[in-house]
Structure formats: structure tokens, C-alpha cells
């Protein structure tokens, strides 16, 4: 018996050693090496590719890997929302992806990628063609506007740290007007309209009212406050629909709290620059609309030769690998798993999904059997703003003050760098002592 738990503790030690130990970084540059790895996309999909890619490959001297994206930084959604009230500074959550690859021996390449002849094994760019043997598609997705008339025009989307930035731009802008103006606006002047009741609709109205009732409301004192109107317009029952129905209850009763009006079984017909339009002919008047309502492949994905699912995303066997097309591998927002049913898009299964394509793609590369894929959910996170949260993980749900320490201990962890831990829970200190001063940042083209 004792032996037995002995080899058992020396066969866990080593597998702890060797997760725990640094990876030998990839010997062959990816331009002179026989065997390329080319990976489209850094961010919660494609940066796990490269570790665990690297990891298995422990030092290869034959495999050169380089990754291609649009930006050199790789952003953290989920605190994403945050920055629009200014609880984290938005600098915070970009982390330099040639900085994560180079230590790995990865080569890291800005470059917007157009198309992909899987006949040829090259990826196509705006910095020209890349060739590959082994190819893995991570580019996520995009906002989707479902042929909304007047969206594109009229509104702002809520996806990255520019635009998260520029609802915050706009905010600023409406109310420096509502100053200039002292009382004589239109009606719709401090009306802020989010579209979607999903987690980034709602997380965005929440911080939205922190920027406004907690930083702006100092600065504006001609400004009646009692004039904003914060609308949160669902298409569903209830907002909130991939929780569980007691928290997206909670989370309904905390926007009240806040004067957030949830508007259920709505759709938007129509955004115009002065108004909001609804499905049922009513209009609310407006000049700021936040569209957070769903999103879809990318156009680098839709040109792509290869299996798609009705909503045109890539289809995937169970090892990660793109139907029909050998040696490619996909990850993230953008596939569907063959006879699966759907993932939801979020970055915990992006992550999982990156590091079985990793593992994946290094074992087909040294033959080795492949390991199919199988989701864990590690639970579900909601921000409602800075003093509550929602959490449920395994089963245990939380939210209030509660929820909030949770929500911010789990999201320090995954920043996953210790930089990024630093500055954000600088912020947070920061934010508990003193309110942040928030000021218009650059001069962005103007508001829709
Ligand atoms: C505001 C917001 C909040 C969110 N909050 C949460 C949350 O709280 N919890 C959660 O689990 N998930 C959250 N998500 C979802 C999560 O961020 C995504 O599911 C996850 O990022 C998907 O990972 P991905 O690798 O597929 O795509 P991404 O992480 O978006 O990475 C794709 C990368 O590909 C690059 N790229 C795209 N097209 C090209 C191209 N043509 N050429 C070169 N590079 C390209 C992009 O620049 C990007 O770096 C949130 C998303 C948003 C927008």
C-alpha cells in the first residue's frame, strides 16, 4: 500500500514538475525550419495554441511557429465593460503578444490576413504570403448586426478596448453638451440605450451608470441628473438567458435598484441618429446607442473555403481539427464541433480549445495519438458594476458585495500575467481610496 501511494505521489510530482516547469523554447526560426506552424489570431484561443504547442514540443529543433494578428496585443474581454467607467485603466488589459511568443522561440508577425489557399499551404496577408505545413484558425468574431437598419451608421459596438473607449468618449461628449446647453437639450440628449441582454448588454449599462453616478455627476453640476435614462432593450423572456434564472433575477432587480429600465420581448427595428425605433412601432429618443447583441464570423471566415454550420461557423472534428482539410485546425468563436451541440462563445472554451489544438497539433506532428475534446464549464460571471457581481461556480451562486470579491479574485487570477495582475488590482485600490478623474481621451471620430 505504501508503495503504491508512493509511486502514485512520484508520478503526480513529475507531472506537477514538468506543467510547472518552464517550456524549452522551439529551436528552428519559423522562417528556416522544414516544418511550419502557422497560427492566425492571439487572443483567448490562439495564445493557448502557441503554449501548449510549445510545451509538447519541449525544444524541437525542426518546428518553426509563427503567429499572425491584426494588433500586437492581445486584449482581456472580460473586464472590457470596466473600462468605460474607468475601474481599470484601459492600457491595463492589452498585453503585448510578441512579449508572450518570443520568450517560446515563436515568431510574431502584425498582419491583417485576407485569405487562405489550403492548396497551395499559404496564408495570404496585407503583408504578403505566408507558407505553412500545419495551419491553426483562431481569429474569433465579430459583432453582429443582424441587418438592423441604421446600426452601422448610427450606433457603437461594444467588442474591444477602442470601443469601449469610444462609448465612454461619447458619454463624456453628451453630457458636455447637456452642460453647454444647462437644461435647454432635447430629450434624448442624456438617454444612453444598450441593445442586448446578454452578459456584455448588461455589464455594459452597469458600468455605463458607474461612469455617470459615481465619476461624471461631480464634474457636471448644471447638468439635471435626473434626465438620464439608461435602457437596456432584450430581444428574450429575460436577460441574462445562459444563467441561472435566480441570479438573472438578482441581476434584474439590481439594474432597478439602479434605475436601469430592462425592456424584455423587444427588438430594435430601426436606429436613427436621434432615435431608437422598436419592433412594436415605439421610438425612444436618443443620440447614443451601445449595440452588445450577439456576434458572427469575421469576413476572413466567411471567405474561407471549408465546412461551415448554418451560422457559417467552421466545423471542427472532436480532436480540433477543420473538416476536409488535413493539417489545418480551428479554435475559438468561429468553429462548431461536428455532431456537438453548440459551445457558447466565451473565452473559457476558447482557452480549452486552444490547448487541445496545441497538444493536438504537436502529437500529429510526432505521431502520437490525438486526444478528443471535451468542454468543462468552470461557471458563469457577471459584473453588475463595482460593488456586486454574479457568480456561479459549480453550483455555488453568489452575488452582491460577495459576488464581487469573487468575480474580482477569479478575473485577477486569469490575467494570467503577473503585470496585468499588478496594474489592475493597482487600479482597484486606487478606485476603493480616491474616484478616478475621467476625461475625454483623444479626439475619436465623432460620435454616431
Ligand atoms: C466585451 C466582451 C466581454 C466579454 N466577456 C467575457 C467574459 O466575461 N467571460 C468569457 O468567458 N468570455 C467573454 N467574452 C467572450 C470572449 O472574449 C471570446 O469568447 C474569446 O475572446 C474568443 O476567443 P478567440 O480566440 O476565438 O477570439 P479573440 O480572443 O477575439 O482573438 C481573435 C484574435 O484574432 C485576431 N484577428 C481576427 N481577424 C484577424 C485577421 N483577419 N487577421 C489577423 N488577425 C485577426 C484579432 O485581432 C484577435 O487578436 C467577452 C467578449 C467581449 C467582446
Not at 511550419?36 to 524541437?60: S, Y
Not at 474569433?140 to 468618449?169: M, P, Y
Not at 444563467?243 to 434584474?252: G, V, W
Not at 468563436?333 to 493536438?360: F, R, V, W, Y
Request: with cysteine.
Amino acid at each position: 500500500m505504501a508503495l503504491v501511494a508512493a509511486l502514485v505521489g512520484g508520478v503526480g510530482a513529475m507531472r506537477a514538475r514538468s506543467l510547472l516547469r518552464k517550456p524549452k523554447p522551439l529551436g528552428a526560426h519559423y522562417r528556416d525550419a522544414p516544418t511550419k506552424v502557422l497560427i492566425v489570431g492571439g487572443g483567448f484561443g490562439g495564445i493557448p495554441v502557441v503554449k501548449e504547442l510549445v510545451h509538447a514540443l519541449d525544444g524541437n529543433q525542426r518546428v518553426g511557429v509563427a503567429l499572425l494578428d491584426r494588433v500586437s496585443f492581445t486584449t482581456f474581454y472580460p473586464l472590457v465593460p470596466r473600462t468605460i467607467s474607468a475601474n481599470v485603466e484601459i492600457g491595463h488589459l492589452a498585453h503585448s503578444i510578441r512579449s508572450i511568443v518570443r520568450p517560446l522561440g515563436v515568431d510574431f508577425n502584425q498582419a491583417e490576413v485576407e485569405g487562405v489557399d489550403f492548396e497551395a499551404q499559404e496564408v495570404h496577408s496585407n503583408k504578403g504570403s505566408f507558407p505553412y505545413d500545419y495551419l491553426v484558425l483562431a481569429p474569433g468574431s465579430r459583432t453582429a448586426f443582424f441587418d438592423t437598419v441604421g446600426v452601422r451608421e448610427h450606433a457603437i459596438e461594444l467588442k474591444g478596448l477602442r470601443e469601449a473607449l469610444q462609448v465612454r468618449n461619447t458619454i463624456i461628449d453628451r453630457f458636455e453638451e447637456a452642460q453647454w446647453l444647462r437644461g435647454e437639450h432635447e430629450e434624448g440628449l442624456l438617454t444612453f440605450i444598450f441593445v442586448g441582454g446578454g452578459p456584455t448588454g448588461v455589464e455594459g449599462a452597469a458600468s455605463t451608470h458607474d461612469l455617470i453616478f459615481n465619476v461624471l455627476k461631480r464634474d457636471y453640476p448644471d447638468v439635471d441628473f435626473e434626465r438620464v435614462r439608461i435602457v437596456l432593450i432584450n430581444s428574450g423572456k429575460r436577460i441574462l438567458k445562459e444563467i441561472d434564472t435566480s441570479l438573472s433575477n438578482t441581476a434584474l432587480h439590481r439594474l432597478a435598484s439602479e434605475n436601469i429600465e430592462v425592456m424584455n420581448n423587444t427588438r430594435v427595428a430601426e436606429i436613427r441618429s436621434d432615435a431608437v425605433v422598436l419592433s412594436n412601432g415605439s421610438t425612444i429618443p436618443t443620440c447614443t446607442t451601445v449595440w452588445a447583441a450577439g456576434v458572427e464570423p469575421g469576413p476572413l471566415v466567411k471567405g474561407l473555403d471549408v465546412p461551415r454550420d448554418a451560422r457559417g461557423r467552421i466545423v471542427v472534428d472532436r480532436f480540433m481539427r477543420v473538416k476536409d482539410r488535413p493539417r489545418v485546425y480551428a479554435v475559438g468563436d468561429c468553429i462548431s464541433i461536428e455532431d456537438k451541440p453548440p459551445l457558447p462563445a466565451l473565452a473559457q472554451a476558447a482557452k480549452q480549445e486552444g490547448k487541445i489544438a496545441g497538444h493536438n497539433l504537436a502529437a500529429e506532428i510526432v505521431n502520437s495519438p490525438l486526444t478528443p475534446f471535451r468542454y468543462r464549464s468552470l461557471g458563469q460571471l457577471v459584473d453588475l458594476g463595482t460593488t456586486s457581481a454574479l457568480t456561479d461556480i459549480l453550483g455555488v451562486k453568489l452575488s452582491g458585495l460577495l459576488g464581487e470579491a469573487v468575480w474580482r479574485t477569479v478575473y485577477l487570477k486569469e490575467l494570467g500575467y503577473n503585470l496585468d495582475r499588478t496594474q489592475v488590482l493597482s487600479d482597484w485600490a486606487i478606485d476603493c481610496i480616491i474616484c478616478p478623474s475621467v476625461s475625454k481621451l483623444y479626439d475619436d471620430p465623432p460620435a454616431p
